[in-house]
Nanobody, 126 residues
């Protein structure tokens, strides 16, 4: 499974960004809707951190404590794409954001996912 994230950039504190991640290369018999999708992030000098996850149907979402109430994950199964809407951004949100996929259709971010994409940089200035 290949994952291509986009939408990162530089934004002022309090602003918003929307990340997208397009998925492709599914094994035979599988499709985008076979996978749960997630977002993680890693800031310089810090460990990778869980941000959000959404199950295969989009009907259940989970979030890391630091982003609850500000970030929203969604998916479009017709377009093989997952999104991360980030609002009220803070300088501490600055990190490389990674898209991830897991074949557990009910994955909620508690374990390391199976597939990772290359990251996209998000920088929030104060």
């Amino acid at each position: 499974v290949q994952l291509q994230a986009s939408g990162g950039g530089l934004v002022q504190a309090g602003g918003s960004l929307r990340l997208s991640c397009a998925a492709s290369g599914f094994p035979s018999g599988f499709s985008f809707s076979s996978y749960s999708m997630g977002w993680f992030r890693q800031a310089p000098g810090k460990e990778r951190e869980f941000v959000a996850a959404v199950i295969w149907s989009g009907t259940r979402r989970s979030y890391g404590d630091s982003v609850k109430g500000r970030f929203s994950i969604s998916r479009d199964n017709a377009k093989d794409t997952v999104f991360l809407q980030m609002n009220t951004l803070k300088p501490e949100d600055t990190a490389v954001y990674y898209c991830a996929a897991d074949p557990n259709p009910y994955y909620e971010g508690t374990l390391s996912p199976t597939y990772w994409g290359k990251g996209t940089q998000v920088t929030v200035s104060s």
